[in-house]
Structure formats: C-alpha cells, structure tokens
C-alpha cells in the first residue's frame, strides 16, 4: 500500500480536504477545548484558512511529485500540533496559547524548508548519476 497517491492524481484533492479539515478541528481542539477558550466562530474560520492553506502547501507539494517535501512537511506540522497541546498543559500565567502557536508556526515551518532540502538533495542526486 502506497502512503502517498501518485504525482498529479485526484487522490491528492481528497487527501488535501481530510488533511484541512483534521488539522482545522485539532487546531480548534487545542484552543476551544484544551485551553480552554470560550468558542468563537470567526476565530475558527482563521483556523480553517490556516489550516487549508498549510494543507494546500503539503499537499501541493505531493501532488507536483514532491513525495519527500510532503512527507517532511507533514512530519512538522504533526509536531508543531503536539507541540501546541504540550505548551497548552503548562502554566506560562497566560501564555500557553502564543507558546503553542509560535511553537507550531516554527516546527511547520522547519518541516517545509527540510521537505524542500530534501527534493532539491534527491534531485541533485539523479541529476549526478
């Protein structure tokens, strides 16, 4: 069984709605529930545009055929989103949410810039052979 669908097939636009919409209600999980926060609705909406957008950039990735890139990415925001629910069971006096989005943001973003390290190693090393 494959973990990733073939470059530039349909099974990319369903596995992009599941990953936008999981990572959207652990986004909202982590806020609403976790922290604690009184529910606001247009605060979820952000984090639905958050979250589509980073799974539009994962799996874009994927579907041009940057397996690699996909996989580093989703590896970051998967501990980025741990991350969030660690800070979220500290006492930082107020500061748990910050914590956790900065936390987040930085593991994401560490994931991209790995994934797209790792494309461009792969791609040096079939442009060498």
């Known amino acids: 069984m494959r973990l990733t669908p073939r470059a530039k097939s349909a099974g990319w636009l369903w596995q992009f ?9 652990l986004i909202a999980l982590n806020r609403f529930v ?11 909406l952000r984090f639905a545009v958050l979250s589509f957008g980073l799974a539009a950039a994962a799996n874009g990735l994927g579907w041009l055929g940057g397996r690699l890139a996909y ?21 930082m006096d107020g500061w748990e949410d910050l914590a956790g ?22 791609w040096l090393w079939k442009l060498r052979r």
């Open 101 to 122: 989005v900065l936390a987040f943001a930085e593991a994401a973003a560490f994931g991209i810039a790995i994934g797209l390290i790792a494309e461009l190693a792969r």
């Open 71 to 91: 996989l580093f990415t989703t590896a970051g925001i998967v501990v980025g989103v741990v991350l969030m629910f660690v800070y979220a069971n500290r006492n």
């Open 34 to 44: 976790a922290l604690g926060k009184p529910f606001d609705g247009e605060l979820l």
């Open 17 to 25: 709605l599941v990953y936008g919409a999981a990572l959207s209600a």
